[in-house]
């Protein structure tokens, strides 16, 4: 098996999909345990994020094998007008 140390170009591509997929998987479980009165539902919610959080961390390792990546903005720029 050939250890490669970057990522061909539609690998990357798809890792940056599944990060901005558990990105928005987080913000959601974030925002809905504020509207969420069951405990175990709320639970199981905290859970989602811990391990969601897992999961972009161990993907963040693998896009450093990445062969362009762009910096990550601080905040999203405004839109004005």
Same mark, same amino acid.
């Given at each position: 098996?050939?250890?490669? !140390? =970057? ?15 558990? =990105?928005?998987?987080?913000?959601? !479980? ?20 811990? $391990?969601?959080? $897992? ?5 963040? !390792? ?20």
């Amino acid at each position: 098996m050939v250890n490669q !140390s =970057t990522l061909a170009a539609h690998e990357s591509l798809e890792l940056h999909e599944a990060l901005n997929f558990k =990105t928005l998987c987080v913000l959601k !479980s974030k925002m809905m345990q504020g509207l969420v009165f069951d405990q175990e539902l709320k639970a199981l919610m905290q859970k989602d994020v811990e $391990q969601s959080m $897992q999961a972009i961390a161990d993907l963040q !390792s693998v896009y450093a094998k990445a062969p362009f990546q762009a910096p990550v903005p601080k905040r999203p720029t405004p839109i004005i007008n």
